[in-house]
């Protein structure tokens, strides 16, 4: 445990301003937004900005918002540096009268940009409850990183940026670990779910909850980011312009609302690309996820997207393009789902595994960090992804003009229909057992694929039972009745004894009984089933 005053020590708000951060919030040609702290002795506050060896001074007052956190009271400022000029290195310093920074520098973007490169960062999250919360190990990471890449032009995340966002343990180590760099370029975040993560008593982590507001997010960004996202769920959900691409940070709560701000905000973008970043994975690549909160709620504005960044597995993902519950080949045809891997030495315990929507992956069960840079030319997307030693994980080419991705992958299709649960085909386990569409109703083999999800299945004579999902049925040879541990369900077609003697089960059916969903990928020929939980079942040895 620690006390306030003793926490003041550490990494208290001071009358000195910390916690520097530049962010894009108008046109990057002519502005650049700057974020920063002091303790509430500090009521105003201002950033004075001019060309690096001008002499004139331009001064831009900044708005003040209150935090009061577990651990500190203190004051946010903003200041919205405007009316400067495109492609011009500038210096800037901040505070009150009494109270400046040091001088630090920053460069507005060239009038048409379409050549530049930013780098990605997902799940850089650490620390336990003993503060204060060390981030440093990112931070070196972070410097080496742009030493590499001296080209990069900010920062974007997709998540998870705490290891628990309602402390503000978390939150100083966080802008910690960025400190030395989100002085000089933009710092673009997206939330995860540790960022609204809390909990009651965070030293003992007891207590758990999930603020659905991001109300830490919100108070300590909420003038660094444009004040344009869906109304009740701003900060968390933003958009902004950069060169000729159109980026959105969505956040993970308001899936509903936020689908209809997403499809009118890119649709008011003539930008050549756009990119979107999202922590959930849609087309993940764990064993037992699942992507409900996205598809289908926000599926219509996801696939508004070239590119959308996404985290939470600490892997690596590379979607075929993806649109309408189909597969593609070429770029115009949907969007492609990027999963970046962790971002400060967490390796993934997802048990990552290939699945039918990806068309490269990699584990990422080392214990070293990962990144993307992604280098945007006119109508060409380079993404790169390296892992911290050099190894290149994955590196593809999206080529508008001639609309292809390179290296050149085929989304399948199949002859006979694949059944897929949660990304993975079942394999040998169906290899002669397909689903069957029977007087227009899809029925599946149902023992083969619950068996393949680790569920418990008893066969006996013309029956077949199953316990999934903390659920119960019994479907009968012959009969449209299901009996069910919620009483009985009526299918829209009867049990049918098909391929290798086995029972199909008309799929509403399994859906009705254990709330999964099913969609039918009409151009790859692919039953795909999802269920929001997680369970990981195994067979009860007696």
């Known amino acids: ?64 918002g209150n935090f009061e956190s577990d651990m500190d009271s203190s004051h946010i400022f903003w200041a919205d540096m405007t009316g400067l000029k495109p492609d011009t290195k500038y210096e800037y310093n901040v505070g009150d009268d009494e ?17 530049f490169s930013f780098v990605c960062f997902s799940d850089v999250q650490t620390g336990g409850p003993v503060p204060p919360a060390d981030y440093s190990g990112f931070n070196k990471f972070l410097k080496e990183t742009l030493k590499k890449h001296p080209e990069v032009r900010f920062i974007l995340t997709a998540g998870d940026n705490t290891n628990c966002g309602q402390t503000d343990i978390q939150w100083t180590g966080a802008l910690e670990g960025y400190k030395g760099v989100m002085e000089y370029i933009p710092l673009m975040m997206a939330m995860g779910n540790h960022d609204d993560m809390g909990f009651e008593n965070y030293f003992t982590f007891e207590g ?24 009740g769920w701003k900060t968390a959900n933003y958009s902004f312009d950069y060169g ?16 209809e701000w997403l499809i009118k905000d890119t649709d008011a973008s003539d930008k050549t690309w756009k990119f979107g970043s999202y922590h959930f994975p849609v087309c993940y690549a764990g064993s037992d996820l699942s992507c409900d909160d996205a598809y289908p709620m926000m599926m219509e504005g996801m696939e508004k997207f070239d590119v959308m960044f996404s985290g939470h597995e600490h892997c690596f993902s590379r979607s075929y393009p993806r649109r309408g519950e189909n597969l593609w080949d070429k770029p115009s045809e949907g969007t492609v789902f990027y999963n970046l891997g962790s971002g400060n030495r967490n390796p993934s ?85 397909s689903g069957e569409c029977i007087d227009g109703v899809w029925h599946v083999p149902a023992a083969i ?66 709330d999964m969903r099913c969609n039918y990928y009409t151009r790859n020929n692919i039953l795909s089933f999802e269920h929001e939980k997680q369970d990981k079942p195994v067979p009860v040895q007696p």
Request: proline residues 4%.
């Open 349 to 433: 315990r997802m048990l990552a595994l290939p699945k039918l929507w990806n068309c490269a992956w990699y584990p990422h069960e080392e214990k070293l960090s990962m990144y993307a840079i992604v280098h945007v030319e006119k109508n060409k997307v380079t993404l790169t992804s390296y892992l911290e030693d050099g190894r290149i994980a994955d590196r593809c080419v999206i080529d508008k003009e001639n609309d292809c991705i390179e290296p050149v992958a085929l989304a399948p299709i199949y002859a006979e229909t694949r059944m897929m649960f949660k990304g993975a085909d079942l394999g040998l386990c169906a290899r002669t057992t």
């Open 208 to 231: 758990k909850y999930y603020c659905e507001k991001a109300d830490y997010f919100r108070n300590q960004f909420g003038g660094a980011y444009a004040d344009n996202g869906p109304e």
């Open 1 to 64: 445990m620690i006390s306030r005053e003793e926490w003041k020590t550490l990494r208290g708000s001071q009358k000195s301003p910390d916690h520097i951060m530049l962010s894009v919030k108008g046109n990057p040609e002519t502005s650049m937004t700057v974020t920063w702290r002091t303790c509430t002795d500090i009521t105003d506050g201002y950033a004075l900005c001019r060309e690096v060896g001008g002499e004139k001074w331009l001064r831009f007052d900044a708005a003040m």
């Open 449 to 514: 694929l619950f068996r393949y999800a680790g569920f418990d299945v008893v066969l006996d004579k013309g029956t077949v039972y199953i316990e999934a999902y903390r659920h119960k049925a019994t479907f009968t040879e012959g009969s449209n009745i299901a009996v069910t541990d919620r009483g009985e369900i009526e299918m829209s077609h009867a049990v049918v004894r098909s391929q290798r003697d086995q029972l199909y089960v008309p799929v509403d059916g399994l859906c009705k009984a254990f």
């Open 99 to 115: 109270n400046r920074s040091e001088n630090y520098s920053f460069s507005t973007v060239p009038e048409n940009l379409d050549d």
């Open 244 to 259: 000729n691409a159109h980026f959105t940070a969505i956040g993970i709560s308001g899936p509903e609302d936020v689908n």
